[in-house]
């Protein structure tokens, strides 16, 4: 039985769906759109709106209710305190969500069920996948990464789960995972005492702050000559500057960044430099893909 005097249009409920968040998420779409051979314009509207809001701000809301940060989290410098109504609006995107599946493919539809899921297991406190260092990072590099390039492209193609068995979409999906292995842990480094407030240790945690910058230079360095050795094997050497270029700030920022924490860790490993690292990465890799794609 519902509770009484739920409001979800509370405008602090909205806020925590941080839609414009699925900006960041927004390099496996386009990834997964250049790694597509038959999508229609219908699909490739209808599976970004799907996503990036209704399935990402599902799964946000739903993070906040349980988190209940009362400092600054990915997309919300000063989160307001969450209500009831936050949980039902998050259950509602998820079930618009999964609707809005239904019109593409049954394929599609499992493949939204079971990502919203894993993010409720992510965050709820009778699994609580979040405070698990290793399952956490591991959980969120294969299902923001591989797991949504395969969802976008089996939205995007009338294949269905046979597009599964395709070696160069599997490997392009490898790819978006290997980056968010090496980019998640950077995401946390600024939550470490709201995260041990609740008993969550997460990889940066584990790592420590400039740990947590070692760590991600190894991953995005063997990203970045998985990129190159894929490039190559599919024969697109043409893309391989344009890679490198399209990456270079990136790079220079995370640089930049890393040389700061080191000075100070406390006053440098903050919600803003983290949210610039974001922001800096997604405009990179979303024009990168972008181009890729018209290119091929």
Not at 133 to 140: D, E, F, N, Q, R
Not at 211 to 219: E, H, K, L, N, R
Request: aromatic letters at 18%.
């Amino acid at each position: 039985m519902l509770p009484r005097n739920i409001n979800m249009f509370k405008k602090s409920s909205w806020e925590h769906l941080r839609i414009p968040f699925s900006y960041y998420l927004m390099p496996v779409f386009w990834f997964g759109l250049s790694s597509s051979t038959q999508a229609s314009v219908y699909n490739i509207i209808a599976v970004g709106i799907i996503l990036h809001l209704f399935l990402y701000p599902s799964s946000n809301g739903y993070n906040s209710y349980y988190d209940k940060d009362e400092k600054s989290i990915g997309g919300l410098k000063n989160p307001k305190k969450v209500s009831v109504g936050l949980y039902y609006l998050s259950l509602t995107f998820f079930a618009l969500a999964l609707l809005g599946a239904l019109f593409i493919n049954i394929a599609f539809f499992l493949m939204v069920l079971l990502y919203g899921l894993v993010s409720m297991a992510y965050s709820h406190p009778s699994v609580r996948l979040k405070k698990y260092p290793y399952i956490s990072w591991l959980t969120a590099g294969v299902f923001q990464g591989a797991f949504t390039l395969l969802m976008c492209v089996i939205g995007f193609e009338p294949g269905g789960l046979d597009l599964l068995l395709k070696t160069d979409l599997l490997l392009s999906s490898l790819l978006t995972t290997i980056l968010l292995l090496g980019s998640y842990p950077l995401t946390q480094v600024y939550q470490h005492e709201e995260d041990l407030k609740r008993g969550d240790i997460t990889l940066s945690l584990k790592l420590g702050k400039i740990g947590t910058f070692y760590f991600a230079s190894i991953w995005f360095l063997v990203a970045g000559i998985a990129f190159i050795w894929y490039f190559l094997r599919v024969d697109h050497i043409w893309a391989i500057p344009w890679f490198l270029g399209a990456t270079s700030p990136l790079l220079v920022y995370f640089l930049y960044w890393f040389s700061l924490v080191q000075k100070d860790q406390n006053l440098y490993a903050n919600h803003s430099m983290a949210m610039g690292m974001n922001q800096v990465s997604s405009t990179c890799l979303n024009f990168f893909f972008i181009y890729y794609f018209f290119a091929q």
